[in-house]
């Protein structure tokens, strides 16, 4: 599977971006698909994971109430809406798939280029 996550860009706090994860390569719906992210400095970090067919979600505590992960298998995409964004989502995101639904980062066998969020305060 080969990913592609688009969408971040420069936000001020409080304002909303919609990050995209295009796969390509194989059964979309096989695989569930996590975002995470990693700031400057810290290690890569979990923030939301969907099921292959979508009917499961799990988040982050800290984005829980702000993020919406979702997909659109007939399009080979999951989203990632990010609401009332802080300067601490400042990242650059990742998007992940693997056949099991995880929020370990070890364990996800396909990676995206990551997307820059840069959220100013």
């Known amino acids: 599977v080969q990913l592609q996550a688009s969408g971040g860009g420069l936000v001020q706090a409080g304002g909303s971006l919609r990050l995209s994860c295009a796969a390509s390569?194989?059964?979309?719906?096989?695989?569930?698909v996590g975002w995470f992210r990693q700031a400057p400095g810290k290690e890569r970090e979990f923030v939301a994971r969907?099921?292959?067919?979508?009917?499961?979600?799990d988040y982050a505590d800290s984005v829980k109430g702000r993020f919406t992960i979702s997909r659109d298998n007939a399009k080979n995409t999951v989203y990632l809406q990010m609401n009332s964004l802080k300067p601490e989502d400042t990242a650059v995101y990742y998007c992940?798939?693997?056949?099991?639904?995880?929020?370990?980062?070890?364990?996800?066998?396909?990676w995206g280029l990551g997307t820059l969020v840069t959220v100013s305060s």
């Open positions: 390569g194989r059964t979309f719906s096989w695989y569930a």
């Open positions: 969907i099921t292959g067919s979508g009917s499961r979600t």
């Open positions: 992940a798939a693997d056949p099991s639904y995880t929020k370990e980062t070890y364990e996800y066998e396909f």
